[in-house]
């Protein structure tokens, strides 16, 4: 089993950068990948970015060149580094991890395709304008 807790967030300007950080604990060797996912009042989940096990990130098209994701293997912390942070960004933001093989293609960023067992409760983002 593996565990998850999200941290950070909180509320900022537009155009303002925050963090948000989820701490894995448990069976984490048998993960493959993590990622972020956010889902908005009134949306669907959305993936944000993934990492998976080799190294290989994923990014959605309208975070790409303002998230970064990373991964801190000594603490098992998945961090997601956002800058240019826009109103729309405005979200509960959710890490994921998924126990059965993933290299992190396309499909990793929908999880109405690509099935992920574990999921934090979520930190809130939310952007001003």
């Known amino acids: 089993q593996v565990q998850l807790m999200e941290s950070g967030g909180g509320s900022v300007q537009a155009g303002g950068s925050l963090r948000v950080s989820c701490a894995a604990s448990g069976d984490t060797v048998s993960i493959y990948c993590m990622g972020w996912f956010r889902q908005a009042p009134g949306k669907e989940r959305e993936g944000v970015a993934i990492?998976?096990?080799?190294?290989?990130?994923r990014y959605a098209e309208s975070v790409k060149g303002r998230f970064t994701i990373s991964k801190d293997i000594t603490e098992n912390t998945l961090v997601l580094r956002m800058n240019l942070l826009k109103p729309e960004d405005t979200a509960m933001y959710y890490c994921a991890a998924r126990n059965s093989y993933c290299r992190g293609g396309p499909s990793s960023l929908d999880p109405r395709v690509f099935f992920y067992e574990h999921w934090g409760q979520g930190t809130q983002v939310t952007v001003f304008s």
């Open positions: 990492k998976a096990s080799d190294g290989t990130t």
